[in-house]
Nanobody, 125 residues
């Protein structure tokens, strides 16, 4: 059974940083695309970032230059380093794994097969 478990969320002041972790059980994260999404209160879930099987990252324009993905294959864990946070980054953050995309990572939910339960990030002004 595949499980994705996010951690590292919390409350931080504007300008601060957080690092989210996504530990995966039952599925190798270097097999294909891994993505990060977020859902703010009252809004639809939106794509944030993705990393393909050879380590190429893509980012939504609203986070580009502030967020960075990385991974530890030995720990089968994906990370999202978030810097210069703003209140607009407040959301539940989800990681996801795609069983069907390897190099060109999708920016939509349907492109991902497995999902974590999410971790709350709250940024205060």
């Amino acid at each position: 059974q595949v499980q994705l478990m996010e951690s590292g969320g919390g409350s931080v002041q504007a300008g601060g940083s957080l690092r989210l972790s996504c530990t995966v059980v039952g599925y190798p994260i270097n097999r294909g695309c891994m993505g990060w999404f977020r859902q703010a209160p009252g809004k639809q879930r939106e794509w944030v970032a993705a990393r393909n099987n050879v380590g190429v990252d893509t980012y939504a324009s609203v986070v580009s230059g502030r967020f960075t993905t990385s991974k530890d294959n030995a720990k089968n864990t994906l990370y999202l380093q978030m810097d210069s946070l703003t209140p607009e980054d407040t959301a539940i953050y989800y990681c996801a794994a795609s069983a069907s995309h390897v190099t060109g990572c999708p920016k939509y939910e349907a492109g991902y097969t497995y999902w974590g339960q999410g971790t709350q990030v709250t940024v205060s002004s």
